[in-house]
């Protein structure tokens, strides 16, 4: 079978050594506009749908992406589970109200990971921090995020990587 001919220049473009950047003018990354949680999550998760299919020099640089996106999410995760949405370029925290998408986006792209299991780091890292996060799901106001997060648990579910025990659902009152 014929591998696809994606690029992924401008992922890379959009990308430092701390994560993707948030918005870019063209493909110019806007430093000014500093980096949002969830978009790292969305990067992750391409990342990850593209990984095997490109051939081995995209899978490393595939690798190697998905690595800084996940270090990045575990870098924004607070003590109690929830993402640090936005950051200035500087790493600086931007004011902001948690963000239900985020969580549930975040909890998604951690769950694909560890289906996928790219790496024994990025399967580790993702488990940790999916776990961790999971409890704020009861916390959540919002559809987008509920869809997320039921999406993320659901994967797992069908992959044989959780129970209604073990992601914390059984004896829980009905939403």
């Known amino acids: ?23 870019g003018l063209g493909s110019l990354p806007r430093r ?20 095997g299919r490109c051939g081995e020099q995209t899978d ?3 690798l190697s992406l998905a690595e800084k996106y996940l270090a990045f999410l575990l870098w924004a995760q607070e003590e109690d589970g929830r993402f640090y949405n936005n950051f200035a370029y500087d790493r600086s925290r931007e004011p ?7 969580l549930g986006r975040c909890l998604w792209a951690c769950a694909l990971a560890m289906t996928r299991r790219p790496s024994v780091s990025i399967s580790l890292a993702a488990e940790n921090i999916f776990f961790k996060a999971l409890g704020q799901v009861w916390n959540q106001r919002y559809p987008r995020g509920w869809a997320y997060s039921l999406a ?9 990587l959780a129970d209604e025990k073990m992601i914390g659902l059984a004896g829980t009152p009905a939403v």
């Open 1 to 23: 079978m014929q591998q696809p001919n994606i690029r992924f220049d401008h992922l890379i473009k959009m990308t430092d050594d701390t994560g993707i950047l948030e918005h």
């Open 60 to 62: 490393k640089q595939l």
């Open 152 to 160: 993320a648990i659901g994967l797992l579910k069908r992959a044989g």
């Open 96 to 102: 902001e109200q948690p963000s239900d998408d985020c």
């Open 32 to 51: 000014k506009e500093g980096y949002s949680t969830d978009d790292q999550a969305r990067a992750l998760w391409v990342c990850l749908e593209w990984l």
